[in-house]
């Protein structure tokens, strides 16, 4: 007797290949040509709305879905970009427009912020994620569900 194929559902199991473009076409992240992503729904690899999306979804399933930026990650808030003093970076630090450096914060979470501007005393970081404020394509292909061990 045949069973059903499983359908994805929370604490399963899934293996998976996706790419995530902006609305130009530029491909900013993607599996299809390396290994695909395996993780269990709900632990935190994807942003939650980005797993609703795959809800119900079963092996040799694909989807693409347009994805507001603000949705996925946060508003784009003018907030989160400072100035700091380049002097708090090491002397011996490369450090140019465009880069993206990792901080710490005092609870000790990773957070990534993109130099906007430098001169010869500061710099300005902007701590948005880099999606916020945009609209993008996330194109999925199911390989496998499974029930999570």
Do not use: C
Not at 84 to 112: C, H, K, W, Y
Request: net charge negative.
């Amino acid at each position: 007797m045949n069973q059903a194929p499983l359908r994805i559902d929370p604490g399963h199991r899934v293996t998976m290949h996706f790419s995530l473009s902006l609305s130009d076409g530029t491909e900013v992240l993607s599996t299809y040509h390396d290994s695909p992503l395996e993780f269990t729904l709900g632990d935190g690899t994807m942003v939650s709305l980005l797993e609703y999306a795959l809800l119900g979804l079963q092996a040799g399933d694909e989807q693409t879905l347009e994805v507001s930026g603000d949705e996925a990650y946060g508003a784009w808030d003018e907030a989160k970009q400072h100035w700091l003093n380049r002097s708090d970076f090491p002397q011996d630090m490369s450090l140019q427009e465009s880069q993206v450096i990792a901080f710490t914060t005092a609870q000790g979470e990773e957070l990534a912020g993109t130099i906007l501007e430098l001169n010869d005393d500061q710099l300005l970081v902007d701590f948005n994620h880099p999606l916020s404020g945009k609209t993008f394509h996330y194109r999925v292909s199911i390989i496998s569900v499974e029930m999570a061990e």
